[in-house]
């Protein structure tokens, strides 16, 4: 009889993961963060009624390299898809070290337009490294009367 070796090679991969993501700019890796905040009010006063939306939020890199003249982009439009009010705005703070978030509030005037004229809001995170992910956002006021 004959005598039968078996012999078995496991291998075993060792991974590592720092959990700061790439070092390169990927736009994917830079996003708004869960579910922003949006106020609207009327303007008093004037001939045309003008509102005004604040947004506030926050962005999230998963990056691994710091990120420095972060700012939101935000563009308001209405039912028809026309852009009604626009502007940028800096976040807090302006400069983040890897896997790091901020803070950004933008007050958006809406000349000609009441707040409840608003049906979709975008926010782009912006820094001097790149432009992250659009995040676009409906909204639905309630009626009154």
């Known amino acids: 009889m004959k005598g039968l070796l078996c ?19 990927i736009s994917g890796d830079l996003t708004v963060a869960g579910n922003p905040v949006i106020l609207g009010e009327n303007a008093t006063g004037g001939a ?27 563009r308001v439009m ?3 898809g026309a852009v009604i009010g626009s502007g940028l705005a800096a976040c807090s703070p302006d400069a983040i070290g ?13 000349v000609s337009n009441a707040y409840t004229d608003s ?6 995170p912006i820094s001097d490294q790149g432009t992250g ?10 009626t009154t009367g």
């Open 119 to 124: 049906r979709q809001v975008e926010i782009t």
């Open 78 to 80: 209405n039912a028809s």
């Open 7 to 25: 012999i078995c090679v496991a291998m075993l991969f060792a991974c590592s993961d720092t959990g700061t993501g790439s070092t390169t700019f």
């Open 98 to 110: 890897p896997a790091s978030s901020c803070t950004f509030l933008a007050v958006i005037a809406l």
């Open 48 to 74: 045309n009624p003008s509102g005004f939306l604040r947004i506030s939020g926050n962005f999230d890199s998963k990056l691994g390299l710091a990120l420095t003249g972060l700012k939101a982009n935000v």
């Open 133 to 142: 992910t659009l995040r676009v956002i409906s909204v639905n006021w309630p």
